[in-house]
């Protein structure tokens, strides 16, 4: 059960914008043949997806203060934000899986206000496949 904790902790931790990466873990634990594979791909999948709904929440939320100092993205940064966001849409979001503009991608879409009905069935495809492909890969490898 720890096991599983920790890798719903560590997708969890990935989908923020905090430096982690839950894919190595996974990939690892896939290996182990005590362990069910399934549960591994369901455990990190909705890991990663709550991650990014707290990225969206954050989003969501973080607007209102884009007058104060302390704000992390200048106006011209947020202008070019939304400009593509309403540029590629929701779609967009089929590449919140990648690395390093995914998960600015998902707060992005808070800040759009793009509705959690769409935004969650979106994210679980683009980051459920991405962890499929990971388990694939894993598995062909050993």
Request: charged content about 15%; glycine content about 8%.
């Amino acid at each position: 059960m720890w096991t599983y904790l920790g890798l719903f902790g560590a997708a969890f931790a990935a989908a923020t914008i905090l430096p982690m990466q839950s894919e190595a873990l996974l990939a690892y634990l896939v290996t182990n043949p005590d362990l069910w594979v399934a549960g591994l791909f369901c455990v990190a999948t909705l890991g990663n997806v709550l991650g990014s709904v707290v990225n969206w929440y954050c989003g969501r939320f973080l607007r209102r203060f884009r007058d104060r100092r302390w704000f992390p993205v200048s106006p011209a940064a947020l202008q070019r934000a939304e400009t593509r966001y309403h540029r590629y849409g929701r779609w967009s979001l089929l590449a919140s899986w990648v690395p390093i503009i995914g998960d600015p991608l998902t707060v992005v879409a808070g800040v759009m206000r793009e509705p959690l009905r769409s935004f969650i069935p979106i994210v679980l495809l683009a980051k459920g496949t991405r962890y499929l492909v990971v388990i694939l890969a894993a598995l062909a490898w050993v």
